[in-house]
């Protein structure tokens, strides 16, 4: 069964204050790890899709990272732009479901 | 512009009503997905589909029923069986099932009165 643990649960930030978001995952063999970032009362949107270890991407002032145990979602001077829910997400290769496994989010609060 | 659009934004469900939610996509993804999210929750799978009239339970599929007739529609019914079925309600589509990401709607909050 694969699993997913995002900590902290919620984190409050200055602008211009830079930290991290862990995404803890235990699959039979990756496919994919997802970051979506969510604002309150709409639909989750993608940021980054991470496959092996090592890999990193980036987007503006965010940066996400993939080890074998872990993914980290890097904010860089964040502004108050950046509030929200980030949630992390994972697709296993040996099992028989198709479909994403969803951690419960960080909720981000960046204070002016 | 390709998306996904889902109806009504907000829905009310008495007490032994069946309600159905809408989600179409003209995205031309064959996979699409229903999950439910709770206040400080993450999203939990209700049903998947990954092609035309085939669709797999998810971990949360009592109460729950879906039809993919058309690929361009996934229809959920939240029915009488449900029993706490207050909620945000998520539809989502991806091009393939294995290794793409989701595109989502802006999804359904379903209230019981």
């Known amino acids: 069964e694969d699993q997913v643990t995002q900590s902290p649960e919620a984190l409050r930030l200055q602008e211009g204050e830079s930290s991290s978001l862990n995404c803890s995952y235990t699959v039979s063999g990756l496919r994919g790890l997802f970051w979506y970032r969510q604002d309150p009362g709409k639909g989750p949107e993608f940021l980054f899709t991470l496959y092996s270890a090592g890999e990193e991407k980036e987007k503006e002032r965010l940066k996400a990272t993939l080890t074998k145990k872990e993914s980290f979602l890097h904010i860089t001077a964040p502004k108050p732009e950046d509030s929200a829910t980030y949630l992390c997400?994972?697709?296993?290769?040996?099992?028989?479901?198709?479909?994403?496994?969803f951690g419960s989010g960080t909720r981000l609060q960046v204070q002016p | 512009d390709g998306g996904i659009t889902q109806s009504p934004k907000y829905l009310f469900r008495k007490e032994g009503q069946n309600v159905t939610l809408s989600c179409e996509q003209n995205l031309n993804h064959d996979a699409m997905y229903w999950y439910r999210q709770d206040p400080g929750q993450g999203l939990r799978l209700i049903y998947y589909?990954?092609?035309?009239?085939?669709?797999q339970k998810g971990d949360i599929a009592e109460g729950y029923s879906v039809s993919r007739e058309k690929k361009e529609s996934f229809p959920l019914t939240v029915t009488s069986a449900q029993k706490n079925p207050t909620a945000f309600y998520l539809c989502a589509s991806s091009i393939g099932s294995e290794g793409y990401g989701y595109t989502f709607g802006s999804g359904t909050r379903l209230t019981v009165v």
């Open positions: 997400a994972v697709q296993g290769r040996d099992t028989g479901r198709r479909a994403l496994t």
């Open positions: 589909s990954q092609i035309v009239n085939d669709f």
